[in-house]
């Protein structure tokens, strides 16, 4: 099996995996500077439309020549904007619609328009940062300052170390054109999938 194909079957993976808890803590606040830091570490991944979302990111970025670093930057700082709103009790209404919204936007692209032009491609990376920023920033609520520092730090460091390594891996294994190449558009499919599972789910009366 070549490694672009182990790749691909990779994202397939993790786009057909089940979700798992989404709290390290198992739904408990983090209350030391460890359990901060371990918790935002681990919420992202264990949440699987986080995570989706962080590759996605990263396989649309990594067709851009020029900016391809800028974009998982700008879902940072809008993440990191997004839990400063929550923790100042700025409500965000269908709050996880976005998130799983957000998804399905960025797989589309990834399947259909991975070339937008590159000022509105930011723009929705950062507006998407923020709703998951916000959604992710609710395990947080009520810590002590230092914790909250500890847990923004460990989401900030697992976000761009799954983006970023996203881009790296995918330019080191395929070419540079300026769409995606098809196996790779396959995985951004799926990963819109898990955004419509998540969004069917988030829906009034889905339950």
């Known amino acids: 099996m070549t490694p672009r194909m182990r790749l691909t079957l990779a994202f397939t993976a ?28 681990g919420h992202p991944i264990l ?15 990594s067709r851009y020549a020029s900016g391809a670093l800028l974009l998982p930057v700008l879902w940072i700082v809008g993440m990191g904007l997004g839990a400063f709103a929550h923790m100042n009790s700025l409500d965000l209404p269908g709050g996880e619609i976005l998130v799983a919204g957000s998804l399905v936007l960025i797989g589309a692209i990834g399947v259909l328009k991975p070339s937008l032009p590159l000022p509105a491609l930011a723009a929705i990376f950062a507006a998407a940062g923020f709703a998951h920023g916000h959604a992710l920033a609710e395990s947080i609520i ?4 230092a914790v909250v520092g500890a847990y923004l730090v460990g989401l900030v460091a697992i976000q761009a170390a799954i983006t970023v390594g996203t881009i790296l891996l995918v330019r080191r294994l395929f070419a540079m054109p300026a769409a995606l190449p098809l196996p790779l558009r396959a995985a951004a499919a799926a990963l819109a999938c898990v955004g419509l599972v998540f969004l069917a789910a988030a829906l009034p009366g889905a339950a």
């Open 14 to 41: 993790l786009a057909t995996t089940p979700a798992f808890a989404h709290h390290p803590m198992g739904g408990r606040t983090p209350s030391t500077l460890t359990e901060g830091l371990l918790s935002g570490l």
């Open 142 to 145: 009520g810590a002590d300052t």
């Open 47 to 61: 949440g699987l439309d986080h995570l989706a979302a962080l590759v996605a990111v990263g396989l649309v970025a």
